[in-house]
């Protein structure tokens, strides 16, 4: 009789033991640990980062409650030996569970990547990396690589035309090329048989429309006056006509601060000085937004060969037809920049 109650105690305390554990296993698996009470947030995993040092950081940084459950249940997952860099979106009230899982499949969520306009090709490292692992460091030498801008089928000069403005959900790890390949993708994207066909249309190929778009670009900051800007240009270059943009000109010079172009500016030596040089200049002379691209090959058809800022500063343009209007505008150009004392 007392060998039973015995072996009754024992299966009592075990069914107890065991119950405990189940529950307690239970909770490792399932309770909420990740942001308990807290907003959703992203979180990112440096590449190289140890188990150890990614546990501390989420304890100090208050997203796990219980670092011991969420050490055991990586430890019996294998996830503590294989961490796995990247951008990740931790949820309120995840379990351990969930974000092992999710952290050992490397499920991350993509960033958005956005960059508008730039002068050189050289500016676009730091706005490409903006929000990614990568380093500036690292794309900025590929970015001014000829062997690079030929793989992809530019040249130097016309490699910025590849780079189309705008905002882009790539993996916070993408690597250097799988980036320049996914740009070349949302280009070739863009350029579709219709667009390729206007260009032809006009004259131009796609990285000479996108040339023409940098200077209109450069003129205006009205996206309404744009269309009636890359007529006049579209104008001069088929009547052989030197395209005389000042935005050019300050390229080549390097100088984008200067208000006003003077006449020795105008001899300056650079294939870059449409003064100087007929045609196009060698390659786009920033990166041009979608917008103006569109602006080019839906340019407005008129017969205006000359524009000049309107002498009341708004940053608007006054056309002409001929010389001599033109030279009328620009008189009066020149007189409000001379009452303003602004003389370069």
Known sequence: MKKKKLIAAIMIVFAVMLSSFAFYFYQILYTPNILVDQDDRMFAIAEGTTFDELRKQLYNERIINDALSFSFLAKLK?????VKPGMYLLEQDMSNT????MLRAGLQTPVKLTFSTARKIEELAG???STIMMDSVDLAPILTSDSVAKAYGFNQETFISMFLPNTYEVYWTISEKELLDRLKKEYDKYWTEERKAKAQ???????????VASIVNAETNYIDEAPTIAGVYLNRLDRGYKLQADPTLKFAMNNFEIRRILNKDMGFESPYNTYKYEGLPP?????PSIAMIEA?????????LYFCAKDDFSGYHVFAKNLVEHN???RKFQ??????????
Request: glycine residues 6%; aromatic residues 8%; charged residues 25%.
């Open 78 to 82: 294998k996830y503590d030996s294989n």
């Open 201 to 211: 249309g006009i004259g131009l190929s796609p990285e000479d429309i996108t040339t």
């Open 328 to 330: 009328i505008n620009a």
């Open 283 to 287: 390659g786009p002379i920033n990166m």
């Open 127 to 129: 706005k490409l990396t």
């Open 98 to 101: 969930e974000a092992i899982n």
């Open 335 to 344: 007189r409000a920049l001379n009452e303003q004392r602004i003389y370069r």
């Open 296 to 304: 080019v090959l839906n340019y407005e058809d008129h017969s205006y």
